[in-house]
């Protein structure tokens, strides 16, 4: 039995084991409850360091500790699949759910949904990470719809509550259309190469999608499922909805079960990389899911459902980046923005101060085109300067091209916000590609150390794309670009007669959402007593 894969899978079992091994207790008496969850949290973070410094010692591992007789499958292995991407992802969902357990403590003191909370809290904690180290087909799916059940039920703590009862509602739709593309995949490879295992299945297909012999329909079922879990176009109305529930859920939602569905693209991508047309459609749908995530968060005046709507918008542009296979570039976006927008969520009660006045607006001139062209120029000369003197390299990789050209974009967009604020001088303008320069470096260097780590996970042939993938970034850079440009002449709600009427449809996205919940409405109404619930 080998004790990095028992220590996974103890890791991953810990907070939902230590969660609900406790005895039933009153709904009032929430200290065991809640301890619970906090020691579950910890007892997972500790084995997910200690997972590290065994796999750092030792290298990947993946195998059963017992085998289990499934009709259908025959011998299914428990056990765990413990390599480079299992170690970031364990260190990540870990590290913000004990974060969020201990901010937890005290959450909804003296509330009678405080033990469910609790309970639940931490058995959606345990199929993330269930997901995360799974072995196996099955073992993922179980994870994979156990994120699903345990988010539903955190969703509907206050049944009171219609419009978060609605948001449940349609959350667990739109994951059921999820599941079953996930499962006619799986079934699919199953049926190709005979077994579950990832140890199996992972090698035989890169050497099946080298030869033609993988159907391409497998790709795009695995595509198809992961844009529903990370909430992409059209799937993505679901998340600003869910703002309903608890804060700590939110934030432990964007930890761990947003991140479900670029965990399984990352996993999943020896099969992905010999389908062109489903990494081609990956790459559409986020790019366009970034773009208009990031227009929509800016109509938006309610402090969490601006974090959701830019987590579309990140989601987006991770999606992206695996459809350019930049695989590495990925994970490490997954893992930045984890922890960022956890702290982003816990914190969101300082955001607002109510007994202070809001600031007064700043109004600003919108930049001109040769003002745009010129911090368009100062931020490709800083990212092209950086790349030149690291010795990396960018031409001849049109995915890490078009992801140098996005981080000369944002480095552009630094320059153009430093140029409002020298009036009294070049130094914004001076710190501003300073700090740029910094960021670029950051990111070279981590992109570089997450390749490492990723050596022999995610196929190399996926770092450095063909030709297709060529014409894809430069089809999609303009649209990055008509981005800042709107961003940066963005007027507000006080813009002209055309941009009012444009601001109150991007406010409510384009009614998609509106339209999904009349769906829902008829396929499973959401009635609750007009009581009020208590906001959190």
Known sequence: MDPLMLLALAT??????????????????????????????GLALCGALACTVLFALRGPVSGALLWLEVPGLGRVSLGAHVDGLTVIMLLTVTLVGAVVAHYARRYLDGDPVQVGFSRWLSYTLSAVLLLVVSSNLVMFFA?????????????????????????????????????????AAFVLIYRTFDSVEFADVLPQAAAAGASGALPPLVAVLLVLGAITKSAQFPFHTWLPDTMETPTPVSALMHAGVINAGGFLIIRTSPLLVSAPGALVLLAVVGAFTA????????????????????????????????????????????????????????????????????????????????RILLAL???????????????????????????????????????????????????????????????????????????RLLEGVVPAAGWQPGGWEASLALAVLPFFIATLVLQASLPGSEGGRLWRHAYVHLHNGLYLGAIQNRIVQRLWPAHAPSTGGRRS
């Open 12 to 41: 991953a079992l810990a907070p939902g084991v230590v969660g609900h091994a406790l005895p039933r207790v009153s709904r009032f008496e929430a200290g065991p409850a809640r301890r619970a969850t906090t020691r579950g949290a």
């Open 143 to 183: 994870g994979w719809v156990g994120t699903s059940h345990g988010l539903h039920r955190l969703l509907t703590l206050y049944p009171e509550r219609p419009a978060a009862l609605l948001a449940a509602h349609k959350k667990f739709v739109i994951s059921r259309v999820g599941d079953v593309l996930l499962l």
């Open 291 to 370: 773009l208009f995530g990031a227009i929509w968060m800016l109509t938006q005046t309610d402090v969490k459902r601006k974090y959701a709507t830019s987590t579309v918008s990140q989601m987006g542009f991770m999606m992206l980046q695996c459809g350019l296979g930049a695989f590495p570039a990925a994970a490490m976006h997954l893992m930045g923005h984890a922890f960022y927008k956890g702290h982003a969520f816990l914190s969101a009660s300082s955001a607002v101060d109510p007994s202070q006045p809001p600031p007064p607006r700043e109004v600003r001139s919108a930049p001109g085109g040769r």
């Open 377 to 451: 120029g100062a931020g490709a000369a800083v990212v092209a300067g950086v790349a030149f003197l690291l010795g990396v390299e960018v031409v001849g990789k049109p995915g890490f091209l078009v992801l140098s050209g996005i981080l000369a974009i944002a480095v552009a967009q630094m320059v153009l916000m430093a140029e409002s604020e020298a009036a009294s001088g070049p130094r914004p303008i001076g710190l501003a590609v300073r700090d740029g320069a910094l960021i670029a470096v950051v990111y070279f260097a981590a992109v570089g150390l997450f390749q």
